[in-house]
Structure formats: C-alpha cells, structure tokens
C-alpha cells in the first residue's frame, strides 16, 4: 500500500563559492537567507514486504471465533501507522470505520476492508483497495499505488491469515476459499476485480504466479437475486463504489 509524503528536493547545481557569491574577495560575515527548497510528493512504500507478526495489533470487536463467517458477518479493516510502523487489524460484523478517522487516512487511504461472503454455498474473501478518486494526489499516483497494493497484497493477506487463525483453524476450508481483490479508482485501466486464488496460496504468490492465476477462469460469484439460504449476507457490507469495478 502506498501512501503519499511531502520531502523537499535538493537542487542539483553545485554550490558557488565565497568568491562567487561575493564580489569582494572578502567574505561577508552576513548569512544569505535560505531560499525555500520546492515541495512535491513522493511515493513511500507502506510497511515492510515481508510480514512481521510482532507489527501486528489485533482487535476483535462483537465477533466470535466459533462461529461460521457463512452465519455470522465477518470483516477485516487494516491500517498502517507511519509513526509506528505498525499495523492494526479490526475484525469485526461490520467495517470498523472509526479506525478509518483522521486527516492522514483521508489523505492516504492506504487501508485495506475485506469480508467473507457466501455466495451460492462457496466461502470467497472479498478485499477492497482504493486506489485513485477523492483527490488529485491519488489521482496522479494512481499507477504507482496500483503496483504498490499488488506488492503489498501479499503481506495483507498474511495479516488476515494470523490476525484470524482461530477461525481458520476452527474451519480449515477457508484456507481454499478463493480472494477476490476489488481495485477502486476513478481511472478506468485501474477499476477492476482480480482473482487471486486459494487463500492458502496468494498470500504467498509472486508476480509471476499473480499472472498464472489471474489467467485461471473463476469468475465472480454473483448472489441470488432473491431470498435464499445459500447466499450470506445478502448484501455487501462494503458499499465503496456505486459501481462495481470490472472483472480482469
């Protein structure tokens, strides 16, 4: 995930010297004011590309760990902490919005929302990036946070995995229920879906793996449009976009 900074730039063109920044060859004991450095965002990596369970802070509000996702709602909200360098996992029946407050989450949005669904008797994990949208600065990184959440994605998923391995533990079949990653943004080449397969396994994929499964022919699940017993929750707990990105 990447979030977006303000460093200033050091000019290129060497220093002059005394003689040059005085025409006496004496030198002035007078300090020249420091002219100010220009300001532009640069890109800043979040956290690190290999998982650390000790960066971890878990919360568990109003979910057990015995019951089914498939019976009782369960989300995930992830955020990173530049101070700390740590990250925070909220699990939950609903997103955890107040973990989502401040003026460096707006101005990031560097988290990551995912809920379990069962759509026609099949568990899938379904997890929301936002890329672009908002304002100019996403706009303009749109494809660097693109490749910077793909980098990342991995470490997320870990988080889940241990954040929640009761759960997993409790029900190993989860480990097999496919990801399906929802890519938010304003720019079309950006707002897609990507599968990237069996939980066990994309957390712990590569590019050139991403690629392999992202060629696989799973397609969406799409609920049932009526009242039925196989579909849970009926409707998404996420309600990002009102339009649902395109599948890859």
């Known amino acids: 995930m990447g979030t977006l900074s303000f460093a200033p730039i050091l000019p290129t063109k ?3 010297s005394v003689f040059e ?9 007078r300090r020249s004011k420091k002219k100010n450095l220009p300001i532009v965002p640069v890109a800043r990596l979040f956290g690190p590309a290999i998982f650390e369970a000790s960066k971890l802070k878990v919360l568990f ?3 057990d760990e015995k019951k089914h996702p498939g019976k009782l709602p369960r989300t995930y909200t992830l955020t990173h902490s530049d101070i700390t360098s ?3 996992l909220a699990i939950s029946q609903t997103i955890n919005n ?11 949005r560097d988290e990551v929302v995912a809920e379990w669904k069962k759509v026609k008797g099949k568990m899938s994990l379904h997890v929301h990036c936002h890329i672009s949208g908002g304002h100019f600065l996403l706009d303009l990184w749109a494809r660097l946070r693109y490749f910077i959440f793909c980098k990342e994605l ?3 998923l870990k988080a889940f995995v241990h954040g929640d391995g009761n759960l997993l533990k409790n029900y190993p079949e989860l480990q097999e229920a496919l990801v399906w990653v929802y890519f938010h943004s304003n720019i079309p080449e950006f707002n897609k879906v990507e599968c990237w397969g069996p939980l066990v396994e994309a957390g712990s994929q590569q590019g050139g793996k991403k690629q392999e499964i992202l060629a696989s022919n799973w397609e969406l699940p799409h609920p049932c449009p009526d009242n039925c017993d196989c579909c849970f929750p ?3 707990l996420i309600q990002w976009s009102q339009e649902l990105p395109h599948q890859n």
């Open 14 to 16: 060497p220093r002059p």
């Open 21 to 29: 920044q005085n025409k006496s060859p004496f030198v002035s004991r």
């Open 61 to 63: 509000l109003g979910v």
């Open 86 to 88: 740590k990250l925070t």
């Open 98 to 108: 107040s973990q989502l407050q401040g003026w460096a989450n707006k101005l990031y």
């Open 154 to 156: 991995p470490v997320v």
């Open 234 to 236: 009926p409707m998404s």
